[in-house]
């Protein structure tokens, strides 16, 4: 127990007569908490009761138990200073007592009181600091022991003379097993080379430094920040006291800093994800303007004068396919860093990847990933059934993720794993449990189990640099034109949505590791499903319902090009339209002409958005449908439930949102 710092020193005072009792007790009083005793066994009995003492005075002859043999027991009970009060005819005990450690002082009676205030000031000071020792000690092992880093000091010939568990692990030993030895004794080659260098630098300046990658006991190699500070300088070149007893002793700390390398490299990578998203997103909207006016305007051509040679036709086509193609890669760089489409739900791993297993095993490829491939599918679907599968017979916690993005990604992954082997090889699928990888937290819905799902080939293999960039936008290690170069960006940004974390591991000729990080759920969640009506502005041919003759739509946009598009589109299918440059425009003609049906207005326009001008015109009103069509904007910002055309769009695609409105 540590002495409180504001409370007086306990001092037992045990004496078989009542006038000594009294007499010490008014020299006492004054300065200390006293407490008297008649007899050895009423002062035993005290100090079981009072583990605070600090001093016990106490008389030599007493009967049934002399003082000697008193304070004997006592030493047994407790740690505080002892004085021996004596006659001259009980020298032999006094020595006895002093030669056995159980008295600090001895004082003839009759004592002199400034002498013996003396004694018990200074056994109730060497009684704190033993006290304060003791707490310092419990404290400091406390630290040394449960420090996530190994923490060791040497003494003047460098050898060992404290570390901690963490430290003796890096040497493959028990602590016991280390103290005594110097740290050469103790590692191996690779290591030893790096020591000598390090301490020509801690003789010369007293510090060093060094980040190493070094080989655990388990054989994985891990990186270590190894740092070493002598202890016989202060930082300003001042020696510090009792700086002769510390002359060349050493501290050594070593930091296991693989993971938080590895936080910090995903760090960089979520911020130049972030950085690609924002710029992405700032051109998007631009270039899904320019790609609506070329695609509308090829459609408006084909519609008023279709090409009557063959040649002129097909490069009419050509043009229609390649504007289709840029939307859909614009679609594709927006959705790594804001996938748009996700359906989130419980998904049980195992049985996902049984599914995805049992298609592949027969070089099938499911429905939903060929509706999303297409052709690039099937011409994957030879080679898939060489895939092998590992799933865990045992159950796994349910993982909250969008289950056909993810087979896909799984599925993407795979054949890459395959297109990274061309004279075959084992490509593998496992599902595992693991725990919370560092630099994730959980939360109230996300736990500290993590499933995780690892694709592995033994194929070419990255370098650290290839590695650093598999992320980005259009980086392929594939041939031209064997790949976009955004598979990976979308699964990062898809994993990344949904809480997880994409690790890869890779060596040059050893093969890649990809593994998907995905949070258990350790709550019931309801499914979620986008919550408004998107169109991605290709579609399929489809019956639409015919158009009422006399409908009035407005169109709202402020590019004159996808302005004069929409509005073609929609004269051509039998509208009246009207045509407004800006929102501020829009309301004055929503103002001026009461027959409008429909609003269809562009997102992102300057002066005014289109989410404010919808929030106007329904306070005049209410009734009025808005069709939302946007080249990139953030849907979070337009109120629920509304309908949302993404440019590039074709006529079929604007017309069936259109005719669906009205009707509805």
């Known amino acids: 127990m540590l002495p409180e710092p504001d409370k007086r020193s306990v001092v037992l005072i045990v004496d078989d007569e009542p006038e000594i009792l009294v007499a010490l007790t008014d020299l006492l009083e004054d300065t200390y908490e006293v407490l008297p005793a008649s007899s050895g066994e009423r002062g035993l009995a005290l100090l079981k009761e009072r583990p605070d003492v600090a001093v016990i005075v106490s008389d030599q002859r007493m009967p049934g138990m002399t003082g000697d043999v008193f304070l004997a027991r006592a030493r047994l009970l407790s740690s505080a200073g002892a004085i021996l009060l004596t006659g001259y005819a009980d020298i032999t005990a006094v020595e006895a007592a002093l030669n056995q450690g159980q008295i600090s002082f001895f004082a003839y009676k009759p004592w002199d009181d400034e002498t013996l205030l003396s004694m018990v000031g200074q056994a109730a000071s060497r009684y704190r600091l033993e006290k304060e020792l003791q707490c310092e000690q419990l404290l400091l092992r406390g630290l040394l022991d449960n420090l996530p880093f190994g923490l060791a000091f040497k003494e003047q010939s460098g050898r060992f003379i404290r570390l901690n568990s963490q430290m003796a692990q890096q040497f493959g030993r028990s602590v016991d097993a280390c103290v005594g030895h110097t740290e050469e004794e103790l590692v191996d080659a690779t290591r030893l080379d790096s020591l000598k260098g390090a301490e020509r630098v801690l003789n010369s300046s007293g510090r060093d430094q060094q980040i190493l990658?070094?080989?655990?006991?388990?054989?994985?190699?891990?990186?270590?920040?190894?740092?070493?500070?002598?202890?016989?300088?202060?930082?300003?070149?001042?020696?510090?006291?009792?700086?002769?007893?510390?002359?060349?002793?050493?501290?050594?700390?070593?930091?296991?800093?693989?993971?938080?390398?590895?936080?910090?490299?995903?760090?960089?990578?979520?911020?130049?994800?972030?950085?690609?998203?924002?710029?992405?997103?700032?051109?998007?909207?631009?270039?899904?303007?320019?790609?609506?006016?070329?695609?509308?305007?090829?459609?408006?051509?084909?519609?008023?004068?279709?090409?009557?040679?063959?040649?002129?036709?097909?490069?009419?086509?050509?043009?229609?396919?390649?504007?289709?193609?840029?939307?859909?890669?614009?679609?594709?760089?927006?959705?790594?860093?804001?996938?748009?489409?996700?359906?989130?739900?419980?998904?049980?791993?195992?049985?996902?990847?049984?599914?995805?297993?049992?298609?592949?095993?027969?070089?099938?490829?499911?429905?939903?990933?060929?509706?999303?491939?297409?052709?690039?599918?099937?011409?994957?679907?030879?080679?898939?059934s060489t895939v092998q599968f590992d799933i865990p017979a045992t159950p796994l916690p349910v993982v909250w993720t969008d289950a056909t993005q993810l087979e896909l990604a799984v599925f993407n992954l795979c054949?890459?794993?395959?297109?990274?082997?061309?004279?075959?090889?084992?490509?593998?699928?496992?599902?595992?449990?693991?725990?919370?990888?560092?630099?994730?937290?959980?939360?109230?819905?996300?736990?500290?189990?993590?499933?995780?799902?690892?694709?592995?080939?033994?194929?070419?293999?990255?370098?650290?640099?290839?590695?650093?960039?598999?992320?980005?936008?259009?980086?392929?290690?594939?041939?031209?034109?064997?790949?976009?170069?955004?598979?990976?960006?979308?699964?990062?940004?898809?994993?990344?949505?949904?809480?997880?974390?994409?690790?890869?591991?890779?060596?040059?000729?050893?093969?890649?590791?990809?593994?998907?990080?995905?949070?258990?759920?350790?709550?019931?969640?309801?499914?979620?499903?986008?919550?408004?009506?998107?169109?991605?502005?290709?579609?399929?041919?489809?019956?639409?319902?015919?158009?009422?003759?006399?409908?009035?739509?407005?169109?709202?946009?402020?590019?004159?090009?996808?302005?004069?598009?929409?509005?073609?589109?929609?004269?051509?299918?039998?509208?009246?339209?009207?045509?407004?440059?800006?929102?501020?425009?829009?309301?004055?003609?929503?103002?001026?002409?009461?027959g409008i049906a429909l609003v269809v207005m562009d997102v992102m326009m300057p002066g005014m958005n289109g989410d404010e001008v919808a929030r106007r015109l329904h306070e005049v009103r209410p009734e009025l449908p808005v069709l939302f069509v946007t080249g990139y904007a953030d849907l979070a910002l337009l109120p629920e439930g509304v309908t949302v055309l993404h440019k590039p769009y074709t006529r079929d695609a604007l017309l069936g949102d259109v005719r669906a409105m009205l009707a509805a």
């Not at 009557?308 to 890669?329: D, I, T, Y």
């Not at 070089?363 to 509706?371: H, L």
């Not at 594939?478 to 060596?507: A, D």
Request: proline content about 6%; charged content about 20%; aromatic content about 4%.
């Open 415 to 594: 054949v890459n794993a395959l297109d990274a082997q061309p004279e075959g090889g084992a490509t593998t699928v496992s599902v595992r449990q693991a725990n919370r990888p560092l630099g994730l937290t959980g939360s109230a819905t996300h736990g500290e189990a993590w499933v995780v799902v690892q694709v592995m080939d033994r194929g070419v293999g990255m370098t650290e640099e290839m590695q650093a960039r598999i992320f980005d936008p259009f980086f392929t290690t594939k041939g031209i034109g064997q790949g976009t170069g955004l598979g990976l960006s979308m699964i990062y940004g898809f994993i990344s949505h949904c809480g997880g974390e994409v690790r890869v591991e890779s060596v040059p000729g050893g093969g890649t590791s990809i593994e998907l990080w995905l949070p258990a759920m350790v709550e019931e969640r309801a499914p979620v499903t986008p919550v408004r009506s998107v169109r991605s502005g290709q579609v399929t041919p489809q019956a639409l319902p015919p158009v009422q003759h006399g409908e009035t739509i407005l169109v709202v946009d402020d590019e004159p090009g996808v302005r004069a598009v929409t509005a073609g589109f929609l004269r051509r299918a039998g509208y009246d339209v009207l045509e407004s440059a800006s929102g501020a425009e829009a309301l004055s003609v929503i103002g001026d002409k009461p």
């Open 213 to 384: 990658q070094l080989a655990g006991p388990d054989g994985q190699a891990r990186w270590h920040d190894l740092t070493r500070v002598r202890l016989d300088g202060a930082p300003d070149g001042t020696p510090p006291a009792g700086a002769s007893a510390l002359e060349n002793y050493s501290i050594l700390i070593d930091r296991d800093v693989t993971d938080l390398l590895a936080m910090e490299q995903r760090l960089r990578q979520a911020e130049k994800m972030q950085a690609i998203g924002t710029l992405a997103g700032g051109i998007a909207h631009d270039f899904n303007n320019l790609l609506t006016a070329i695609l509308g305007s090829l459609e408006l051509v084909m519609d008023l004068e279709p090409p009557k040679e063959p040649g002129v036709s097909r490069l009419f086509h050509n043009a229609l396919e390649a504007a289709r193609r840029g939307g859909a890669l614009t679609q594709k760089l927006l959705d790594f860093s804001r996938p748009r489409h996700l359906v989130c739900q419980q998904v049980d791993l195992r049985n996902l990847m049984a599914s995805l297993q049992s298609f592949m095993t027969q070089g099938k490829v499911p429905d939903e990933i060929q509706a999303v491939l297409g052709a690039a599918a099937l011409s994957s679907s030879s080679r898939i």
